[in-house]
């Protein structure tokens, strides 16, 4: 079984930063792919970064500029940097994993962007 815990959400200030990360509780090598999605109130889950296993990160329109997406193989740990945060931005952010078969999610982090 396969468990991905999220950290680093909270209340800031448009403009703040914040750093969210996703521990995995085995080897992320093993995973095709990792990712960040979020989930505003009244509005569908959607993707924010991705990260393939070879390195290669995709992003949103919206947050292109903004976050940055990476990993950390040694401590299996899946990061989100975002910088320049906007009121916009507020929403549950999850994890993502997945193999070729099986998606693993885990339950989220709020980020609150206050203006």
């Known amino acids: 079984q396969v468990q991905l815990v999220e950290s680093g959400g909270g209340l800031v200030q448009a403009g703040g930063s914040l750093r969210l990360s996703c521990a995995a509780s085995?080897?992320?090598?093993?995973?095709?792919?990792m990712g960040w999605y979020r989930q505003a109130p009244g509005k569908q889950r959607e993707m924010v970064a991705t990260?393939?296993?070879?390195?290669?990160?995709n992003y949103a329109d919206s947050v292109k500029g903004r976050f940055t997406i990476s990993r950390d193989n040694a401590k299996n740990t899946l990061y989100l940097q975002m910088n320049s945060l906007k009121p916009e931005d507020t929403a549950v952010y999850y994890c993502?994993?997945?193999?070729?078969?099986?998606?693993?999610w885990g339950e989220g982090t709020l980020v609150t962007v206050s203006s």
């Open positions: 993502n994993a997945r193999t070729l078969i099986v998606n693993y």
């Open positions: 085995r080897n992320i090598v093993s995973f095709n792919a």
């Open positions: 990260c393939t296993r070879d390195g290669e990160a």
